[in-house]
């Protein structure tokens, strides 16, 4: 699996479209909540998972994206964080666990 299309809609949602034709749209907030490098982990098992971290423009704006291999995307992010490397797999997890519509009116 992976990517045929990739684009970011209205500043606020990665949209992918994949090779089997379905489609993921993940806000990018929880894109950034997401963020699978080492230092974030360890700032989500700090903080817990109850709590909702509040982003400023920047951070949740994406500047670059990278595909890695074939397996991941490594997404640059405006307040200048590019460590986050996210798979396939988890990125269509993040789009499946909201409602399309929701995520496009964000
Ligand atoms: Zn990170």
Redo the contacts with the bound molecule.
């Keep these: 699996m992976s990517p045929v299309k990739i684009k970011i809609k209205d500043k606020k949602v990665l949209y992918l479209k994949w090779d089997d034709n379905t489609e993921s749209f993940v806000k990018l907030t929880n894109l950034r909540r997401a ?7 360890e700032e989500r098992e700090r903080l817990g998972a109850d709590y909702i971290p509040l982003y400023n423009d920047n951070q949740v704006t994406i500047t670059n994206i990278k595909i890695v291999g074939y397996y991941a995307l490594n997404i640059t992010w405006k307040d200048g ?1 590019s ?2 490397i996210y798979e396939y797999e988890r990125l269509r997890q993040l789009g499946e666990s909201s409602n399309p519509l929701n995520g496009l009116v964000a």
């Design positions: 963020c699978p490098c080492a230092l974030c982990k964080h460590t986050g």
